[in-house]
């Protein structure tokens, strides 16, 4: 995802005594872990934990990269995962000899960015596009057209992350370009595309984005399925679109930073968290979708109440670039934001 919410670092610290077994230290997607399920864990198994957040993979990459982090736990979507795991900086654990593995679904099993199983075991999936303040723009939603290419009421009033990821991916999409184009000429489409859209956009920012859509300020704002989901049921008038074009995907996994200093505690988090039923407490908390076996009769959010999480177009998820294409994404960034 990925992508989320909170710019500030989320912190939640639970210990049973002062005598406690040890400690964990995850760094999540902010708001990402129910404090709930965080709450049990510590208490069963007598360990202080300990969860900082990030809002893009981009800053928890060059964390990671940077060594010594301290950190025991991070969640990184799929692409920055395989990049991960490319350059050594997260550790083998054999997940796929854990039970948890055991209750991954069988389709998101062994997937091109750990095709082994062992080194990641899934959190979290999701879509990423556009959604819209239902009250502020009546207009059609089927398209990408209609936010890379909007109508005149829409100048000043549209919104994108602050990050090229997922909005680079959904132009691609739009355009027809492949995921991870080494061809400039294509890339030089994409550039363009936004280049014309600037002029509509109010903002380019990953925070705030509910109070953002909610106020006004904006009427469309580019942003994920199970966010949307949770607007909706406070009482925000929002939807996702369903683009004809797709959605762009994104899974997000439970990795163990190389040198991880409580490995044990680590592994046991994931096995906790990874059972039908913290699955589907997880579930219900985060308004994504889960890739683990979870209680049907217990999920909150079900195809009939939450259409966000259940799309019916197709889902395209990000991938791992080469040098060379990612360069040419962080080009158009670059000279988009100048």
Known sequence: ?????????????????????????????????????????????????????????????????????????????????????????????????????????????????????????????????????????????????????????????????????????????YLGVPFCSEDQAEMKKVLDLLMAQKPFVAVYSSDNIASRLASGEVSVHFWWDGDSLRARKTGSPVKLAMTKEGLVGWMDSYVIPKGAPNQENAVKFIEFMSTQENATEQMNFYSHSSPMKVIQDKVVNTRETAPELYPDVPITFSRTCSAAAQDLVTRVWTQLLQ
């Open 1 to 173: 995802m990925k992508k989320y919410l909170a710019a500030t670092a989320l912190a939640l610290c639970f210990a049973t005594s002062a005598q406690a077994a040890g400690e964990l230290n995850i760094y999540a997607w902010a708001e990402s872990i129910s404090p709930d399920l965080i709450a049990k864990f510590s208490k069963e198994n007598d360990v202080k934990v300990n969860v900082d957040s990030f809002t893009s993979n981009e800053d928890l990459l060059t964390k990671l990269q940077a060594g010594s982090s301290g950190y025991d736990i991070a969640t990184p979507s799929q692409h920055f995962l395989r990049v991960m795991i490319d350059q050594g900086i997260i550790e083998n654990f054999g997940a796929n000899k854990l039970k948890a593995y055991e209750n991954i679904e069988e389709k998101w099993r062994n997937q091109w960015w750990d095709e082994k199983q062992e080194y990641s075991i899934p959190l979290a999936y999701g879509t990423a596009g556009f959604v819209v303040n239902t009250d502020q723009y009546k207009g059609p939603t089927d398209s990408f057209k209609y936010f890379f290419e909007p109508a005149e009421e829409l100048k000043g009033k549209i919104a994108l992350l602050s990050y090229p990821d997922e909005v680079i991916g959904a132009a691609q999409l």
